[in-house]
């Protein structure tokens, strides 16, 4: 049987960031998902809305989780390309903003783990 775990809570989040982190950032701004970053300036009327590569950050242990046979993060909507990882390890990738899509975690999980997800809405082809 299906059991969902909701961990939307509490993930760090940052615009300015280089790279994947490998470890827990601190120094992020902490958001619950759903979350949206062009809530201000996608309305302020400045045609100034950011446009680029963001990233949301969380740990979590396995203890944490029900016991299961298989173990799927699901996305309920990343706009507009998305890239999970876990323990800096790329998983998948999707692209199409408002569509729910699954990612297989199972043979990667370990006691402690850091998911990243990589979220990119430049204007794209794809």
């Given at each position: 049987m299906r059991k969902?775990?909701?961990?939307?809570?509490?993930?760090a989040f940052t615009k300015d960031a280089e790279t994947v982190p490998?470890?827990?950032?601190q120094k992020w701004y902490w958001v619950n998902l759903p979350h949206i970053w062009n809530d201000i300036d996608g309305q302020d009327?400045?045609?100034d809305l950011?446009?680029?590569t963001?990233?949301?950050a969380k740990e979590?242990?396995?203890i944490d989780l029900p016991k299961a046979d298989k173990y799927f993060l699901e996305l309920q909507g990343a706009n507009?390309?998305?890239t999970v990882y876990v323990k800096n390890k790329k998983l998948a990738s999707h692209d199409g903003g408002y569509s729910t899509w699954r990612v297989d975690i199972t043979d990667v999980l370990e006691d402690k783990n850091l998911f990243?997800?990589?979220?990119?809405?430049?204007?794209?082809?794809?």
């Open positions: 969902i775990f909701n961990f939307n809570t509490k993930w490998s470890v827990m950032p009327g400045g045609n950011y446009r680029g963001s990233y949301y979590l242990e396995k507009s390309s998305a990243v997800v990589e979220v990119d809405n430049s204007a794209n082809d794809r």
